[in-house]
């Protein structure tokens, strides 16, 4: 098998909760897997974890220069957070066809916000007959009015086709180290199929200017009938994409029934999906491993049991020395804060950490500590220090 280090942990079955993210464990494996390593649950955390506030249904943050956080709610909230936890709702906001996996998505600051004080969103918007699709917009944001409020927003991406059902909107973004290009994951939709199909951009990562027009330098800009917004493909549900300290685009991704993904994204490749993957569908129809297509690009970790992964971050912060360079991924189904250690454009998972709770994002602060939001209804956000 190419490059798969293969991360067994506990078999933990649970169900996907009212949210409809993929979520639920097997205890099964396909046929073929190898270079299989047991990783136990850590039960001594080298952490203290601190309650900074609680939200209702949160799915992403991010920081301000001044250290005061950016929370967005799923329902269609934007919250700006102070470090003791105070909340001032953001208005402005679009709004979100709110259901399933849909609603409020992504928020990032533009690379140049300390100038121009953009703030980049995704969320899902409604189509016809009873359609919906996520889409990315900027708008600036204003704080020196009484309230804080988001101005002269303007849609700059949509997924396309707009299709039926609530899941696998993905719709994370993330803007290059040098702050020229915006990438953005966009899951197949539960349609299987549209992660191959290049006149969609379903199942892909697309690279884009960070006005929305696409560069001359991508991959199929001139192969007729593709998408010249399209980066890679053959994705499914893109839950987190980051680059780490050498400039290296990363996502993960939701397998089916298991076969979680951590990839290292290339110009122009096409990781598979549906046409292979490290797990099964749901119903137990069998999918090829990547060893069998090796024309596929194989992820450089995979999971089974699942983890449910969401959100992603390289830690490069000073207070935990130690993690420098390791990647965090929440973990939804496994409850769990994962780091993943590399070796040139090798990984594998190091460390598990219970958390108690499904976690939805990861993200460092100014001040090097790690910050987690649990999924769902109430919540929380939790600073991660050094235990003393």
Request: net charge negative.
């Amino acid at each position: 098998m190419r490059n798969i280090g293969l991360s067994l942990s506990i078999a933990i079955f649970v169900v996907a909760c009212s949210n409809g993210d993929d979520a639920r464990a097997s205890g099964s494996t396909s046929e073929g897997m190898q270079a299989k390593t047991d990783i136990s649950p850590v039960d001594r955390k080298p952490f203290e974890s601190t309650e900074i506030a609680s939200f209702d249904e949160p799915w992403a943050m991010t920081f301000l220069p001044d250290g005061r956080m950016l929370v967005s709610e799923k329902a269609g909230k934007l919250q700006l957070v102070d470090a003791k936890g105070k909340k001032t709702e953001v208005s402005g906001v679009p709004e979100v066809d709110y259901g399933g996996q849909g609603g409020f998505g992504d928020v990032v600051l533009s690379p140049d916000f300390a100038t121009s004080k953009m703030v980049y969103l995704s969320w899902v918007e409604a189509g016809d007959k009873d359609t919906r699709g996520a889409v990315v917009g900027r708008a600036k944001l204003d704080l020196d009015g009484e309230k804080p409020a988001l101005k002269n927003l303007e849609t700059i991406w949509t997924q396309k086709p707009k299709v039926t059902g609530r899941g696998h909107f993905s719709h994370r973004i993330a803007f290059s180290p040098d702050g020229e290009y915006l990438f953005i994951g966009s899951g197949e939709r539960q349609k299987f199929d549209p992660a191959q199909d290049m006149s969609a951009n379903l199942g892909k990562i697309v690279r884009l200017y960070p006005d929305g027009t696409v560069p001359k330098d991508n991959p199929f800009v001139d192969r007729e009938g593709a998408l010249p917004e399209i980066w890679s493909l053959g994705h499914r549900n893109i839950l987190g994409i980051a680059f780490d300290s050498e400039g290296r685009l990363w996502n993960q991704e939701m397998g089916p029934k298991a076969g979680d993904e951590l990839n290292l994204v290339q110009r122009g490749a096409n990781y598979g999906y549906p046409f292979v993957s490290e797990g099964d569908h749901y119903d137990g129809k069998k999918i090829p491993n990547h060893d069998t297509r090796p024309e596929f690009e194989a992820p450089k970790v995979a999971w089974v049991p699942t983890i449910a992964p969401s959100g992603l971050i390289f830690y490069s912060g000073d207070i935990f020395p130690a993690w420098k360079g390791s990647a965090f991924i929440g973990g939804l189904a496994s409850q769990a804060l994962i780091r993943v250690s590399f070796d040139g454009d090798t990984a594998k998972e190091a460390e598990r950490f219970l958390m108690g709770e499904r976690i939805r994002e990861v993200e460092q602060g100014p001040d090097g500590a790690i910050y987690v939001l649990e999924d769902g209804k109430d919540g929380r956000l939790l600073k991660l220090t050094p235990t003393k």
